[in-house]
């Protein structure tokens, strides 16, 4: 699997990068500034970096100063609620928004050279539910449903891969990390909790399914009322 590192010091668009490329099967490292990332890529050495703009140009200043240990591709992440306007100084580096699960999948997979990371959607619907990755956003049957930050990751690494079944041990590692990526109990809870919010019977779900001795989907074909 690609290693990915994720520098940004905006938790919420690091945790979604993070989650998405996680669920989507890369390797991820996560640092909140330069620093750390530089830290990072000096125990593993990344096949990319996506980053906030500062992060990027502070790893174009120390790959060209022969600090960083090697020339590593980078990809751009725009500042919340700013126009993805590309820059001069930063004119090779692809840009993407943040929270856009699509155009993020669309541009690693470019990157890196990799099939299948392009044709996602970020709006989702399975019956009365909706799903908005962008907004960060779920509704019943028109009704906003409030999840709680582990809840809504863990249906973003599902809903990252809609109608695909997800191994739950890498579900765990994208959210928790490698070292809890066998706890299928802590994820099994999560996941009750969600059916519990989510599905219109719990005990017997539609969209949330589970995908005996493998993990998790989230089933958006078929899924009725």
């Known amino acids: ?31 909140e500034n330069l620093a ?67 155009e993020l999948l669309a541009q690693v997979g470019n990157s890196l050279g990799l099939a299948g990371f392009s044709g996602r959607a970020d709006v989702l619907q399975a019956g009365n539910l909706r799903v908005d990755l962008t907004r960060r956003l779920v509704a019943k049957a028109g009704q906003t449903v409030r999840l709680s930050e582990r809840e809504f990751e863990v249906l973003l690494c599902l809903a990252a891969n809609p109608d695909r079944a997800i191994a739950d041990a890498r579900i765990l590692r994208a959210i928790w990390g490698a070292e809890r990526a066998m706890n299928r109990r802590l994820l099994r809870g999560y996941i009750e909790k969600l059916r519990k919010k989510l599905e219109n019977c719990p005990f017997m779900p539609r969209v949330l399914m589970t995908e005996a001795g493998v993990g998790y989907r989230l089933r958006l074909r078929s899924a009725g009322p």
């Not at 938790?11 to 490292?29: E, H, Q, T, Y």
């Not at 890529?41 to 120390?62: C, H, N, T, Y």
């Not at 020339?71 to 820059?87: H, T, Y």
């Open 1 to 31: 699997m690609p290693l990915i590192l994720v520098i940004a010091d905006d938790r919420p668009v690091r945790r979604f990068v993070s989650i998405v490329l996680g669920a989507n099967g890369c390797d991820v490292l996560e640092a």
């Open 36 to 102: 750390q990332g530089l830290g990072a890529s000096r125990r593993r050495q990344p096949q990319l970096i996506v980053a906030e703009a500062d992060m990027v140009r502070g790893v174009l200043s120390a790959q060209a100063g022969g600090s960083w240990g090697g020339l590593v591709p980078a990809i751009m992440v725009s500042a919340l609620g700013r126009p993805a306007v590309q820059r001069t100084d930063l004119a090779q580096v692809p840009i993407v928004p943040p929270f856009v699960a699509s």
